[in-house]
Structure formats: structure tokens, C-alpha cells
């Protein structure tokens, strides 16, 4: 059993990044600049989006944090978005989800210059994945596909079962592995709520994609000898042993599965810690796009 | 074994339009009016062109064809397209494809504005139909699921292969029937050139949607009795019986198959005659979202 450690493999591209970053201030260019939104204080988002300022920083990106109180208005955040979209200081930007409840998030998003969304949600974006043009991939489906790159694991002709259909995970993952590349050439089966036989379908996965956040979901006995299995789940349980009284566990029980496995990402420390590299990646992209 | 008849279907659907145009006349709506760009002269293209414009006039319809000359330039088209964008008069046009060799479709496509891509090739379209958004949906996953639809097919939890991953086809209807909605909710598995063991997994199959363009490429043996079959090929084989010396075969043996489906299509009279009257349904869409 292998693991693919998030650990490694995010700094791998943290140092990656600067050097490339060294190499176009030498160059006299631009340095790539991410600029992101938070509404509100929901802590989890307020988590999230220090994380990936810092991040920015540690690879010698520029950042700009913008906050709204949680009372902004749908027309607020719309006027801030233009604004970002228009501001030639900025590459790339992310308005952090989820937003408060009087502010349309389908709106939002689609407001934003698609090649400006380093987020990869923007439906052109959506679109461009699906039909193999170049484009801003969402963050944890582009994670996992660098992961697979940089451990060189076999994808073309295996059965990958992807395990939920949502927009930022299941569903863009499916398409990026199904496609003529490599990583990719699988076989895909999505699978979901309304799913039949399930165990069934995942004992015949050569790869498996865990995106439905139920803790330790995915068993030893539903998994092939020598699979490899991608553990997408950020699930918090209870844990008394603990000083903050829980942890986090993926929707694959790890101790069970590992042992069975050619490849398998820990959780915490693997896809999770991907996302915010690859956001750093897009946002790379995004000022080679732009080339402001 | 019940027929999915699209000569039934088609003109079901027909008659509707008829009768919802009729009833737009009346109440001084504008009447629908697609266009289409026809570049050359291939006689398959030629053959497609005509018969969407006769269906529009058999549905009350207007229409307009616009040819150029195999020679034309991309430029020509280009600005071709962007008249049809800016003319308030056409609803929804198409540029029929394959284009000659000196013009790029991926730029044509692209230059089409999405609320008047009836054909739903374009990214914006794809991306809103991968995310479930109001759109364009392409005309053949879309007839695939008006037949579904109309036939009161179950899907939900069904587990649906769907043979061949391409962009008009495959792909598109991949994403449609693994969506929560009604047809829908199937567990959906994607094969391709790629995919290894697949006689097993088209026997797991409940449904089978065959777009890989081998003729009478699915035989008995490997669908499961009771399966609905969905038959994309249209695939021209030699026949020295027949006059024209060819007929059109579908990529399933229908001959073998059919006794063993639930629901099967024939080719051709099957998907092929729900194409346009797939078309026809986004132009009257269109003339609904752009209220000129």
C-alpha cells in the first residue's frame, strides 16, 4: 500500500510555484495576484479563505482579502465582483462559498469574468472541462488529477467508480477521468443517492472517488484487492479522546481499506490539502491568461 | 419488446409545435425562425440542411438557409454568425458541421451567442447542462430523452451504459441521466475505445445507450433480458439487394437484440427522427428566451 500523501505532494507544487514566481519577478512580470471575498463570518469560510491568503503568500503570489458584512446586499457583492472583474492588479479571484442567504449564488458566480475564476465554477468554465478545452478546473477534481500525475498510477481501461454527483467534486471528476488523457481513459461509473447494488458496483472499481461526505461510508469488504482509492470526504465526528472533543475522518474507513489498497489518499492530509494548491496552480494560469 | 417508435414520437411532437405556433399567431407572439448556415456541398450536410428547414415550414415555423461557398473564408462565416447574433429577426440558427478544412468549428462554435445556439454545441450550453441550468441541451441526448420521456421508461436507479464518450452524444447524455431529475437518476457508466471487459459491464446494464458508430456493433449475448435499448448508430453497410446498393444499420444487432428488450429503438425511424424534432423544440425555446 502506497499512500498519496497531500503533505508532500502540495509542497512538491508550493515549491514549484516559487520558483516559478522567482523566475517571472527576474523576468520583470507580473506576479500572479489572487484576490478573495468572504461575506459574512461564517468560520469554516473564514478558515478556508485565511488558508489560501497565506498560501499565496508562502509561494510569493499577492493577495487581497475583501470582507462584506453579513448584511451585504446581492448588489454589494455583484458591484465587488465587477469591480475585481475589471481590475487589472487582479488575475484571478474567488468569492467564498456558501453566501448569505438574501445573495444568489448562482448569480454570483456567473457574474465572474470566467477567466478570472480560479475557482473553475463559472458554468463556461463547467463547460470548457467537459468538452476538453482549456479552461479553470475546479480545485479538488484538479487536485485529485495532479495527485494521480505526480504518483504516476495507471488510469487508462480501469473501472473508476465515482462516489456522488456534485457540481464541485463527482461531476467534474467523472468527466476529467473519462476523457483521452492521461490521467484518464477510465471507465467511469458515477454513482449516488438513488444508486442500486452499490457494493456491487464499487468491488469491481479498479479506482475509487469518494465525494458523499458520510464518515468511513466505503468498507474493506465493498473494495478490490489492490484498488486505488481517493478519499474526498471532510467529515467531523465525535471523538471524547480529543481535546477539542472531535476529528476528522474521510468516507472511506482508512484503517479497514488501506491494507487492501495499491494507492490510497489519508484524510486529513491528502485531497484536502491538494484544493489549495491547485488554486494557486489556476491562479498561475490565470495571470499567464490574462497577461495583464 | 415495445418499440420506441421516433416516427410516432417525432410527430407528436410535431403536431404540439403546430399547435403552440398556431396559438402564438394568435395571441400576435412572434413566430419561431431558425437559421441555418450551410458552408459547401456535401451532399450528407446538404441532406440534414434541407430536411430541418422543411420542418420548420411543416410546423409553421419561418426559416432561413444561408449558403456559402466551400471556399469561404473563416472570417466570412465568422461575420455570418455575428449577423445572425445581432439580426433580432432569426430566434436560433446553426452552423451545420462538418465545416470545410480552412475553418476552425472550435472558433465558429464558440462565436455563436449562446441564447441563440440551438444546437447546444456551445460551451456555455454544455456547462449549463452539466450543472443542471436552463439551456440548450443538444438535439440527440435531448431526443433520447423525450423518447425516454414520452414511453414513461423508468430510470431512477437504473444503471444505464452508455457507449461512447463523444461531445454531441455520449458525453452530454452521460450527464443528463445521471442528473436528479425524471429521466434521470440513472447510475451511469461511460465506455469508450478504452474500456476493458465490456461485454460484462453491458450486461449489468438496465439501459444502454450505443453511440460508438459500429454497425451492429451490441449483440444479444451481451444485453441483459429486459434491458431498454437506445440505439444512436447510423452506420451505412453494403447490401446488394437494395437498389442504392447500401443500407443504414444502427450499433446494435437489432435482429438479435430486440426479443430480449423491454423498450428497444430501431434504425433507422428511432433517435435519428428525434434530432430534429429536437431542434425544432429549442428554436421554439429560444424564440421564448430572447422575447424579441
Redesign the interface.
Known amino acids: 500500500m502506497q499512500l498519496l500523501d497531500g503533505k508532500i505532494i502540495s509542497a512538491m507544487i508550493k515549491d514549484e510555484l516559487k520558483i516559478e514566481i522567482e523566475k517571472r519577478i527576474a523576468a520583470g512580470q507580473k506576479v500572479p495576484h489572487l484576490a478573495a471575498v468572504l461575506v459574512g463570518n461564517n468560520p469554516a469560510s473564514e478558515t478556508y479563505v485565511f488558508s489560501k491568503v497565506k498560501s499565496c503568500e508562502e509561494v510569493g503570489m499577492d493577495s487581497t482579502l475583501i470582507r462584506l458584512p453579513d448584511s451585504a446586499t446581492e448588489a454589494e457583492v455583484l458591484s465587488t465582483v465587477e469591480k475585481l472583474n475589471n481590475d487589472t492588479a487582479i488575475d484571478g479571484f474567488i468569492v467564498q462559498l456558501p453566501l448569505p442567504a438574501q445573495i444568489s449564488e ?1 448569480k454570483v458566480l456567473k457574474a465572474i469574468n470566467p477567466d478570472k475564476d480560479v475557482d473553475g465554477f ?10 476538453g ?1 482549456p479552461g479553470f478546473v475546479p480545485a479538488t477534481p484538479m487536485g485529485i488529477i495532479e495527485m494521480l500525475k505526480r504518483a504516476n498510477v495507471e488510469t ?4 473508476c467508480v465515482v462516489l456522488g ?1 456534485s ?1 464541485i467534486v463527482g ?1 467534474p471528476i ?2 476529467l477521468l ?3 488523457t492521461n490521467p484518464g ?1 477510465c ?6 443517492s ?4 452499490l457494493e456491487t ?1 464499487l468491488q469491481s472499481a479498479d479506482i475509487i472517488v469518494a465525494a458523499i461526505g458520510k464518515p468511513r461510508f466505503v468498507k474493506a469488504n465493498m473494495v478490490k484487492q489492490g484498488a486505488v482509492v481517493i478519499d474526498v470526504g471532510i467529515n467531523r465526528i465525535a471523538d471524547p479522546s480529543r481535546k477539542s472533543g472531535h476529528r476528522i475522518v474521510g468516507d472511506v474507513d482508512f484503517d479497514e481499506v488501506a491494507p487492501k489498497c495499491s494507492f490510497i489518499t489519508p484524510v486529513p492530509g491528502g485531497v484536502g490539502l491538494m484544493t489549495i494548491a491547485s488554486l494557486m496552480l489556476n491562479t498561475l494560469k490565470a495571470v499567464q491568461i490574462n497577461k495583464y
Open positions: 448562482k463559472h458554468e463556461v468554465n463547467i463547460g470548457r472541462l467537459a468538452l478545452l487508462a481501461g480501469k473501472h454527483r457540481h461531476m467523472s468527466l473519462m476523457q483521452n481513459n471507465t467511469v461509473t458515477i454513482c449516488h438513488r444508486t442500486a447494488g458496483i
